[in-house]
């Protein structure tokens, strides 16, 4: 059974190009987050958030608490956008996490 | 910028052999998290400690796993009897009060 669900799991864009990928969770949450993995592995936190919208940069993750969904789009996308980017579900400090979807943006 | 570090960054053990994994988060965060990736799969989250005891741990952090916070600056996880199937990739997080958490570079495990 999967608590968190994304959309899509590949997705392969043209320099320039807005993306948006898509989770859906079915647990209730205190936040949701979205992370970036780099192809070395590492993880960074891009955004926490419990409600409405938030914007870093050419980044911008949505929620929706009603419909338990979120976005993460990104704009004028570019090479070193390509990465895996996962949604993880906060309930509390225990954390659901998507598979991932494997961004790859090229020039 | 602070950042979270993980020793080591690479370890290679024999099943049945204990491995401690360490982490020194970032010094004024006060939530501390592990999470493992198997290869090839998504993150699972392991275990939260906060204000000096677990506050949350998944089904995966049986009584193999402890973690401990032994000197207010290292938080380690431990693993007492290692499997095969514990080969993974070990990260650490710690976040303060109300932000994001802040992920450690990782430990990559190999149990033989």
């Known amino acids: 059974k999967n608590e968190v669900e994304q959309s899509p799991q590949n997705l392969t864009a043209q320099e320039g190009e807005f993306i948006t990928i898509n989770c859906s969770y079915s647990v209730g949450i205190s936040a949701l987050h979205w992370l970036q993995q780099h192809p070395g592995g590492g993880i960074v936190s891009l955004f926490m958030?419990?409600?409405g919208k938030k914007k870093h940069g050419r980044l911008i993750a949505t929620i929706n608490i009603q419909e338990k969904h979120s976005s993460l789009h990104i704009t004028a996308s570019h090479p070193r956008d390509s990465a895996v980017y996962i949604c993880?579900?906060?309930?509390?400090?225990?954390?659901?996490f998507g598979t991932g979807t494997s961004l790859t943006v090229i020039p | 910028e602070p950042e979270v570090t993980q020793t080591p960054s690479h370890q290679v053990t024999q099943m049945g052999q204990e491995v401690i994994l360490r982490c020194v988060p970032i010094?004024?965060?006060?939530?501390f998290y592990w999470y493992r990736q198997i290869l090839g799969q998504k993150v699972e989250f392991l275990v939260s400690?906060?204000?000096?005891?677990?506050?949350?741990k998944s089904e995966i952090f049986d009584d193999q796993f402890s973690v401990e916070r032994p000197d207010g600056s290292n938080f380690t996880l431990k693993i007492r009897s290692t499997k095969l199937e514990d080969s993974a990739m070990y990260f650490c997080a710690s976040k303060p009060e109300q932000e994001t958490q802040y992920f450690g570079p990782g430990t990559r495990l190999l149990v033989l």
């Open positions: 400690f906060y204000n000096n005891e677990i506050s949350e």
């Open positions: 010094s004024n965060h006060l939530y």
């Open positions: 993880a579900a906060g309930r509390g400090n225990q954390f659901y």
């Open positions: 958030l419990s409600s």
